[in-house]
């Protein structure tokens, strides 16, 4: 077995608990189960990268799990925290992607797809930001300029892989896809009652979120050194 395999065993068991504890309302049970989550993939990273990591990469890694802690925590300032934490790792995704990946170049048959991908997003942001709760009107401001770099982030992935078409360009669509959802269905488990298949969406996007950008992150890696040695 790879030295690798015990963490990323190790983080879908934690996905398979917390999906488990989560839908029968398990709470306490289940907060050791996400705080499981991080911690696991990230030694999965850390290993499979042979324990190198940049500073970009590295301060993503901290605000998750600052985010994730607030989130555990669940008290008064838990909300914001969060929303805060994942604004600068989204906002460092976004930095990462625009200095590592060459400028995305649009040809005419892929003005169709851009387009529709444009309007798919414009209205989940203003869907979403409209069922806002009472909580989170508070801090309008935050949330809505959350959206937007959420969404410009999910445009940067979905474009470069309708552009390139490439296994990394791949990962990072999923990986937006997968915060995308993980939002959403946070904001509708805050607006409606208690439904199972509204956490289990939620629990699996959002860990699963973790998983792509681990691989995205390896694989861009990979490639920056495959460049090297053909250089």
Not at 144 to 154: D, P, Q, R
Request: proline share 1%; glycine share 2%; hydrophobic share 55%.
């Amino acid at each position: 077995m790879k030295a690798n395999k015990p963490s990323l065993i190790l983080f879908f068991l934690a996905l398979l608990c917390t999906i488990i504890f989560d839908c029968t309302r398990q709470d306490f049970l289940a907060v050791y189960a996400k705080a499981i989550v991080l911690p696991a993939i990230f030694f999965y990273f850390l290993i499979s990268s042979n324990y190198k990591i940049g500073k970009t990469i590295a301060f993503i890694f901290f605000f998750c799990f600052v985010g994730q802690v607030f989130d555990l925590m669940e008290v008064e300032v838990s909300e914001i925290g969060g929303v805060l934490s994942f604004l600068i790792v989204y906002l460092l995704l976004l930095r990462f992607f625009i200095v590592n990946h060459e400028r995305i170049k649009l040809r005419r048959k892929d003005l169709l797809p851009v387009f529709i991908v444009v309007v798919f997003i414009v209205y989940l942001l203003i869907s979403v930001l409209s069922l806002q709760s009472d909580d989170m009107k508070k801090f309008n401001f935050i949330y809505t300029f959350y959206g937007i770099v959420l969404s410009i982030l999910s445009y940067f992935s979905f474009v470069s892989y309708i552009t390139r078409g490439t296994y990394i360009t791949l990962l990072m669509s999923l990986m937006a896809i997968s915060y995308i959802f993980s939002d959403i269905f946070y904001i509708f488990i805050e607006y409606f009652s208690f439904s199972v298949v509204l956490v289990l969406i939620r629990d699996v996007t959002q860990i699963l979120a973790y998983f792509f950008m681990v691989e995205y992150f390896l694989e861009k890696s990979k490639a920056e050194k495959r460049v090297l040695y053909n250089d």
